[in-house]
């Protein structure tokens, strides 16, 4: 019998950031990667739609009978989780913020920043997990959340050292270095594409935390048992717009190769909200 695949999804290419530990940490597995570069960002989204594109995303990658489900994307894992693990029905589906929060609350002296999409800050979704966290590992621990969303674009277009993602760093981020935070959470898998500028910025006293690094560390013992031999894996990269830059910038953060990113088409599946859409603006 083959041996399963891994699949990993993210709105775009912040993903990217979970699979460079994945290479390194689950070396001999095989890797499906799904991209929705066509609908990215997600961040700025609704509720409903992050809910919906999540569902659609985990049945592309249950069409590939996949072993383990990584949700590289804080924002589906912050608002879409239960959606995922329903749909994935015993499949285990791992997501960023659990293991995120535990790791940020293990190495803090106590002010934890965090920094995500507008979907992710809106949530809530870290600060419950850390304070949960803080709780078991019995620490006190304040927390300070700061939405990023210029981010999300500055990281696709590959800016990574580029003098527009330092000022658009200073500003985002002025608000966390005043309250002084001394960790900081990179809560969007994005963001670690700007690790340099992020801890320019930050000052070397803050600890980043990447969130989707940290994530992909707790697959090994997820898939116990079910481990894969492969040599020389080949994986499969598919995103859902034309993969023009997603190669180019995917490979400059893997600092490796990858397969040739191949586009798939979603089924469409237009429902009407109401009876008659529109009329609002042409009344
Ligand atoms: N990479 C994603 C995250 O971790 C989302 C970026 C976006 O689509 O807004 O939240």
Not at 100 to 114: D, F, P, S, W
Not at 137 to 152: G, I, M, N, R, Y
Not at 250 to 268: C, D, N, S, W
């Amino acid at each position: 019998m083959p041996q399963r695949p891994i699949g990993v999804f993210d709105s775009g290419i912040g993903g990217m950031t979970v699979v460079r530990e994945l290479l390194r940490v689950v070396p001999n597995e095989r890797i499906i990667y799904f991209g929705d570069t066509a609908r990215v960002p997600y961040g700025t989204k609704s509720v409903e739609t992050v809910k919906r594109y999540a569902k659609e995303d985990t049945e592309l990658l249950l069409g590939h009978n996949v072993k383990l489900i990584v949700i590289a994307c804080n924002t589906v894992s912050a608002i879409a989780m239960e959606e995922v693990e329903h749909m994935a029905d015993g499949i285990p589906v791992i997501g960023t913020i659990n293991p995120c929060a535990r790791e940020a609350v293990r190495v803090t002296k106590g002010k934890i920043g965090i920094i995500g999409t507008e979907a992710t800050v809106a949530s809530r979704a870290y600060e419950l997990a850390i304070q949960e966290e803080a709780k078991r590992q019995s620490k006190l621990v304040e927390t300070f959340a700061k939405a990023c969303p210029l981010f999300v674009p500055l990281a696709e277009e590959g800016w990574i050292d580029h003098p527009a993602s330092k000022l658009v760093a200073e500003e985002y981020l002025s608000v966390l270095k005043e309250a002084g935070v001394d960790t900081l959470i990179l809560g969007c898998t994005h963001y670690p594409v700007l690790t340099d500028v992020i801890q320019e910025v930050m000052g070397s006293g803050v600890t980043l935390v990447n969130s989707g690094a940290v994530a992909a560390r707790e697959v090994p013992k997820l898939i116990s048992g079910l481990e894969a031999n492969n040599n020389n894996p080949e994986h499969l990269v598919l995103v859902s717009d034309v993969p023009r830059k997603f190669q180019r910038i995917g490979e400059r953060f893997l600092g490796r190769k990858l397969p040739e990113a191949r586009q798939v088409l979603f089924k469409e599946a237009w429902v009407m909200g109401r009876d008659r859409v529109g009329e609002d603006i042409l009344s």
